[in-house]
């Protein structure tokens, strides 16, 4: 029995700004028209491809990993060390990403915890493939078949003979002394879990048959690529069999595994992911508000605020297989007993557990804008702000970069004491006066403003200090009256069309999408706006793409189009 | 020279006694004997250990109520100094030295710190032009203790880290007093001042399973790019040095009679930034630190107060301390924006606490402050226009006589980059300047040295 089934058996028997500084938007702009001028069945464009990555694992994807190859019911807390959020995506951030002596610590000591729980007794019955002939000796065989069908699976390829053997070598040495067979299989898995080969997904590259002297990515990094993007979680058996098959270098081959992976429960993982990286979700670590001013944004709600916003994602993307750009003016959602309290709606739910939920139509919530998660997390602990929550939008949903403030920013009419500003709106129109400021605080403030009838713990509100709260406004040159209003134009907006895919993409190949990929995301697009932009649609569109594999001097086409440039 | 074979155990000999099965237990007198007569040094005649920490805290502070007008040793304690007071003669206080960005943007709350920490100016924000002065003074000084450096936070953010060794590789920081207190007397702590040694055999097999990884990981870096080279390089120093770590563990640690282990980890901090709640946080995980440096856990650290723009808040007003530096209008006669100013006072109260934890932590004939060097320092001066002259920084702790305290010594608008080179110097790491461009340090600050 494989190690997948024997764990899926196991758990079964468990039971348990300033237009000239808009520089990403005009980047966006240009994809935006390249994909109006790519029609109908028009070619992909080539790419130059870049090098191949070396990514620290994440997180979540040693968590997966360790769940998927393990077990869920192995026990595992591990916290990383923060990686620096690059071009939007700490995905990208993580092809830059260095092992810190402190971050190894923590590392080290949740190897350690995952490998005495695989060998305890509890575990090792049907984790371990082979009994020892005797428990309280080395077994070099029993200990070699358990590291090689384990390696295999952490190390995203099966281990050279050299690695192998010294592994059954650390299991025989570590066995001794009266420690016995298992308590020495540990240190090797140990190993196994702190070794780079497991930490860093490393590409590598073969020969390419087609192509005298060419190079392509080998199958094991392509399942590898295929897997974190769509599982966040290393390739599984079967993936990794299709890639030692070389399946994964035909087009049956990767369509097979890739409908196989997209229509898998783990793709929920996948897509979880994804959006708490584009969405910035690990502000939610830290995220607490006055509890004078906010008592009722409690840890509890924070914490569940974002697994709402989460859940409404997957439920819409990867249950109900809906567009993205409805996310902006969907009504549905899904409630906890502490969410229902806040946003103040009539419902009991069981504390702990979770119930899907319907806005009605006249309500003033729509879209994931106007839940909690949004609202909280860009606001100030006591009070909410537009600028912040412009500005979350135009960078973080429509990938557009919104300048630092300058730092002589003058704010002497707004700490005017004789003036009576009674509401956000009121306060920001007399700061942007100054030609200074309103440069940039035109590009996010319309924006925030339209959400001010949300709190700064995105509580409903008529009224500001009695006044009463003007959510009008214009994105872009459309004009909405409300909340509602402000996603419905987001829906319809090109660049969160064009800033979905183009992060997408960057978080498939692990590296930031170079100037010269513009023409492809552009094609990406056009190919999107006719099939729209279901999750799927969007993934089978980059996955399938020549461009998604492509290394630097592997794509023919780029290499004779480079060729040919003046 | 029993106990100097003891301390100092063969691989091979603890293998022999770790790996056929039975755990070696050494025992020992107790540790006064390992001081001096005084107690200044060890008897061997090694010096106590010269420790090195930063501690920052953001968004500057009032000059009107904090800047002396006198320099030298008689210079008055102004109102937001005055916390400082009963910690005066153990520390120096540095204006007038100055953040030149040489044409670069000056980014609100990034650049000062920047510069302070790594000696050049930021050409955009995320980026770290350099390695922060402690991770370079840790190489110099750091090995023989369990930790090459300690990093905390009492702002509880775990991306609230001052020390890098480049953007891609800042050190995380601890961000709970119970989590530091499990890292530093958990499982794997050992008393400096047991009577009895046994090693661990769990340690050795630990130490085993790195070797063992580096041995497989032989050219892996084979086909890799250079940054991807230098990135499995650093991952293979992290190995060595928790390699080391480990066999610092197999043998008796030094004597530490100063060294009392904590029997909890203190009043434990809710979440958030509240000033009251960073304040319980910052107050046990600074105890907590003064115990891990006198049992010789490391020597060296950091502790981040709050962060450079700091959002730090107070129960029931809507503003956070950054938005009132902006907001808040500047009272007239005194100069100062009130409640922006009362966040500073909070600031400057928590150093005062751990400058005198520091100075009432004994060890040897005096203190720890005594064997130590502290570096303390903000992002800004006046954070309402992020000035960057004149950043006010601090100095704590004499390091074993070598430094004048006392002090409040003017910088004469020289780059400020000279306190950082002259820390530098003073824990021994040989560089003859320190920074880029114009913050470039070339001389100690003469008034500060014995």
């Not at chain 1, 602990?381 to 919104?402: D, K, N």
């Not at chain 2, 940054?227 to 120093?237: A, G, K, M, V």
């Amino acid at each position: 029995m494989s190690l997948r089934f024997r764990v899926a058996f196991a758990a079964a028997t468990i039971g348990a700004i300033c237009a000239s500084a808009m520089v990403a938007g005009g980047a966006l702009a240009t994809q935006a028209q390249a994909a109006q001028k790519t029609g109908d069945g028009a070619a992909e464009p080539a790419t130059p491809g870049a090098a191949p990555t070396l990514r620290l694992m994440s997180q979540s994807q040693y968590i997966h990993t360790i769940a998927n190859v393990f077990g869920p019911d192995i026990a595992n807390n591990i916290r990383f060390a923060p990686v620096k959020r690059t071009d939007g995506l700490l995905a990208v951030g993580a092809s830059a990403a260095v092992v810190t002596p402190g971050a190894l610590d923590r590392l080290e000591s949740a190897a350690r915890s995952v490998a005495a729980q695989v060998v305890d007794v509890r575990h090792q019955g049907y984790l371990v493939p082979c009994k020892p002939a005797d428990e309280k000796a080395r077994d070099d065989a029993c200990a070699r078949q358990f590291l090689s069908e384990v390696g295999l699976l952490l190390y995203r390829r099966p281990l050279t003979e050299r690695e192998l053997a010294l592994k059954v070598d650390l299991a025989g040495a570590s066995a001794g002394g009266g420690r016995g067979f298992y308590r020495g299989l540990s240190f090797a898995l140990t190993s196994v879990l702190v070794a780079p080969q497991f930490l860093l997904i490393r590409e590598s590259l073969e020969a390419d048959p087609n192509r005298v002297g060419g190079r392509r990515l080998d199958g094991y990094s392509k399942a590898a690529r295929l897997s974190f993007l769509l599982w966040d979680s290393a390739p599984d058996e079967e993936l990794l069999a299709a890639a030692a098959r070389g399946e994964l270098h035909n087009e049956v081959g990767l369509r097979r595994q890739v409908e196989r992976m997209l229509s898998a429960p783990q793709m929920e993982q996948g897509a979880r992911a994804f959006f708490e990286d584009f969405l910035v979700l690990e502000a939610f670590d830290n995220l607490a508000k006055d509890p004078v001013i906010y008592p009722a944004f409690t840890a509890t709600v924070a914490k569940e605020s974002r697994e709402q916003v989460l859940r409404t994602v997957t439920d819409h993307l990867v249950a109900r297989r809906e567009d993205y750009r409805d996310l902006f003016t969907t009504r549905r959602t899904i409630m906890s007993a502490g969410l229902a309290s806040l946003y103040r709606v009539p419902m009991l739910i069981k504390p702990k557990s979770w119930a899907a939920y319907e806005f009605a139509a006249e309500d003033p919530r729509a879209g994931i804008l106007t839940q909690v998660a949004f609202l909280s997390q860009y606001a100030h602990p006591g009070r909410s702000s537009p600028t912040r929550r412009g500005r979350g939008i135009r960078e973080v949903l429509m990938c557009q970069h919104v300048p630092d403030p300058p730092p002589n920013v003058d704010f002497s009419i707004v700490e005017d004491p004789n003036a009576k500003f009674s509401t956000a709106k009121e306060r920001l129109t007399a700061h942007n006066t100054d030609p200074t400021c309103a440069g940039c605080h035109k590009i996010t403030d319309p924006i925030g403003l339209a959400l001010e009838k949300f709190d700064g713990a995105g509580q409903f509100r008529e009224t500001e200090h009695g006044a009463a709260i003007d959510a009008s406004g214009a994105l872009d040159g459309v004009r909405y009256a409300d909340a509602a209003g402000l996603g419905r134009a987001m829906h319809d907006s090109p660049a969160v069309r064009a800033c979905i895919v183009s992060r997408l993409y960057a978080y498939g190949v692990g590296r930031p999408v170079a100037k010269e990929e513009d023409a492809l995301l552009g094609y990406f697009q056009a190919q999107l706006d006719r099939t729209g932009y279901r999750l799927n649609d969007m993934l089978r569109t980059i996955v399938y793409s020549r461009a998604f594999f492509t290394i630097q001097g592997s794509d023919p086409q780029a290499t004779r189009t480079a060729a040919l440039a003046p | 020279m029993l106990i100097r074979t003891t301390r100092n155990p063969t691989r091979r000999r603890l293998l022999k006694g770790l790996l056929r099965g039975g755990a070696v237990t050494v025992s020992l007198p107790f540790l006064d004997m390992f001081l001096n007569e005084n107690g200044s040094a060890l008897a061997a005649g090694q010096p106590l250990p010269a420790r090195f920490g930063t501690w920052f805290w953001g968004l500057g502070v009032d000059k009107e109520i904090f800047l002396p007008t006198k320099y030298g040793a008689d210079y008055e304690m102004r109102a937001q100094m005055k916390p400082l007071e009963k910690v005066r003669k153990h520390i120096n206080l540095f204006s007038n030295y100055n953040v030149f960005t040489d044409g670069k943007s000056n980014l609100c709350h990034y650049t000062g710190w920047v510069a302070l920490r790594c000696g050049s100016v930021p050409a955009s924000r995320g980026g770290l032009p350099g390695e922060s002065l402690d991770v370079t003074i840790s190489d110099a000084v750091g090995a023989g203790s369990r930790f090459r450096s300690l990093t905390l936070a009492g702002t509880g953010v775990a991306r609230d880290s001052y020390s890098f060794r480049s953007a891609d590789a800042v050190n995380p920081p601890e961000t709970s007093a119970v989590e530091f207190y499990q890292k530093m007397f958990g499982p794997e702590f050992q008393d400096p001042n047991s009577p009895t040694f046994t090693p661990d055999e769990t340690t050795m097999l630990r130490k085993s399973v790195l070797s063992g990884v580096l041995e497989e990981t032989k050219g892996l870096e084979r086909d890799l790019g250079a940054s991807d080279r230098q990135r499995l390089d650093q991952y293979f120093t992290s190995i060595r040095e928790l390699e080391g770590r480990l066999e610092l563990q197999l043998q008796k640690p030094p004597p530490a009679p100063n060294c009392v282990i904590p029997k909890t980890h203190g009043k434990e901090a809710g979440i958030g930034v509240d000033v009251e709640v960073v304040d319980v946080r910052h107050k046990a995980m600074t105890d907590l630190l003064m115990m891990a440096l006198a049992c010789n856990q490391t020597k060296v650290f950091n502790m981040v107060y709050s962060d450079s723009a700091a959002s730090l808040v107070r129960q029931g007003s809507e503003r956070t301390h950054h938005i009132l530096t902006h907001e808040e209008p500047v009272d007239p006669d005194k100069g100062i924006q009130p409640n922006a100013s009362w966040f500073v006072d909070r600031a400057i109260e928590n150093w005062a606490y751990f400058v005198e934890a520091m100075a009432n932590t004994r060890e040897g004939d005096g203190s720890l402050l005594d064997h130590s060097l502290v570096y303390a320092h903000t992002d800004c001066q006046f954070a309402k226009v992020h000035s960057l002259e004149s950043i006010p920084m601090f100095t704590a702790g004499s390091l074993n006589g070598r430094v004048r305290t006392g002090l409040h010594i003017d910088g004469k608008e020289q780059a400020a980059t000279a306190l950082g080179y002259t820390c530098q110097r003073l824990m021994g790491v040989p560089t003859s300047s320190w920074g880029t461009q114009s913050m470039q340090a070339t001389r100690e600050i003469s008034e500060m040295l014995v």
